[in-house]
């Protein structure tokens, strides 16, 4: 099937590794022109070399926590790419921890990455996009289902839901679709460092852990990066032209409520 991705300009955040790697593999795959950010020299170069493989990458660097960078960013890739069609908007996560542990300046800075930063990268890209842009915000299942001592992710994300409900209003003239997609459990080097911290508070091994997490998903299973990426591809693609503002959860069934 023909998604009509092919030709189209691509700009992923944080891709590097994980979600936001799969996401830019999955749109070089489908032939798009993409560009690729990180914050770390080394991995952008690594990240680089292996995508320049499938089709055309440019690269930069980019820290999402700098509200400078990230209109930095963004500027550099449309000169680059002579437009932006889609822009995935994926971060990294705060740290882990509860409202006794965390301060004040870890509140801050997962306020300025997953929202205020957001808020600046919808506002600076849909500037440059032309009519039938694609803006997707990779957030996670925490906005709909509170995990323990994940406290930052917990409280902040829930912001990105009236900022994707509200920007899909907006730019509806302008035939731009927003959406977000929540992965939800996801084997990247997040969880695993998730599994290891957990496996020290609660003295279990990393193996049980797993288990234990498995347990209360329906389909009994971590899912991997390249099935969220699908989901970007297919918000992407020809097939949703009728979708915006909406919150995508893949998370295998572990989210139960109906809203």
């Not at 440019?58 to 926590?65: E, I």
């Not at 035939?175 to 290891?196: C, F, H, Y």
Request: proline share 3%; with cysteine; hydrophobic share 40%.
């Amino acid at each position: 099937m023909d998604l009509q991705i092919k030709g189209k300009k691509v700009l992923v955040t944080a891709s590097s590794k994980g979600i936001g790697f799969a996401i830019a593999k999955a749109f070089l795959l489908e032939g798009a022109e993409v560009s690729i950010s990180s914050h770390s020299r080394e991995r952008l170069e690594k990240a680089e070399s292996e995508l320049s493989r499938l089709g055309k990458v440019h690269s930069f660097l980019a820290d999402l926590r700098n509200i400078d960078d990230v209109k930095s960013l963004i500027k550099q890739a449309y000169e680059e790419m002579s437009g932006i069609d889609v822009f995935c908007y994926v971060t990294g996560s705060p740290k882990p921890g509860n409202v006794l542990t965390l301060s004040d300046e870890d509140w801050k800075e997962a306020f300025n990455l997953l929202l205020l930063n957001a808020v600046v990268a919808v506002r600076e890209v849909s500037k440059l996009m032309s009519r039938g842009g694609r803006i997707i915000l990779s957030t996670s299942m925490t906005l709909r289902e509170p995990l323990p001592n994940l406290d930052l992710s917990n409280v902040v994300r829930l912001s990105l839901a009236g900022l994707v409900k509200t920007a899909s209003n907006e730019l509806a003239e302008k035939d731009i679709l927003v959406n977000a997609v929540l992965p939800g459990w996801t084997m990247t080097e997040r969880v695993s460092q998730l599994v290891k911290d957990r496996a020290s508070r609660e003295s279990k091994t990393e193996e049980e852990v797993l288990k234990d997490i498995t347990s209360v998903i329906p389909l009994r299973r971590i899912g991997s990066p390249e099935e969220i990426a699908n989901v970007f591809l297919f918000l992407a693609s020809s097939l949703s032209t009728y979708i915006t503002g909406q919150l995508i959860t893949v998370d295998g069934g572990f989210v139960r409520g109906i809203f």
